[in-house]
């Protein structure tokens, strides 16, 4: 089994900045990407970023290239989002998610995910 926890969700301005964390344990060996998604109310759980441990494969939508960096520190099992330049439709949970194989932008690919974390910027 493998556990997803993620954290660094808050309150922040428009412009400002957040770095979500996503920390992954148990049977790691079978995720090889990880993948960023994020849900507002009424809305369809959208991608934000993926990547592989490797390093390899990063990719965003265009709602938040230039914005949002994904990154991995296979030392620490670790995946982080930074987001910045923050606008109020960037309000959302935000899940982190894993899955064997290549980073894909659909949800239901993803076999584990994380218990989300809620991010609202302020207008």
């Known amino acids: 089994q493998v556990q997803l926890v993620e954290s660094g969700g808050g309150l922040v301005q428009a412009g400002g900045s957040l770095r979500l964390s996503c920390v992954v344990s148990g049977r790691t060996g079978s995720t090889s990407a990880m993948g960023w998604f994020r849900q507002a109310p009424g809305k369809e759980r959208e991608f934000v970023a993926g990547?592989?441990?490797?390093?390899?494969?990063?990719d965003y939508p265009d709602s938040v290239k230039g914005r949002f960096t994904i990154s991995a520190d296979n030392a620490k099992n670790t995946v982080y989002l930074q987001m910045n330049s923050l606008k109020p439709e960037d309000t959302a949970v935000y899940y982190c998610?894993?899955?064997?194989?290549?980073?894909?932008?659909?949800?239901?690919?993803?076999?584990?995910w994380g218990q989300g974390t809620q991010v609202t910027v302020s207008s």
């Open positions: 990547i592989r441990w490797s390093g390899a494969s990063i």
């Open positions: 998610a894993a899955r064997g194989g290549a980073v894909v932008v659909t949800p239901i690919a993803y076999k584990y």
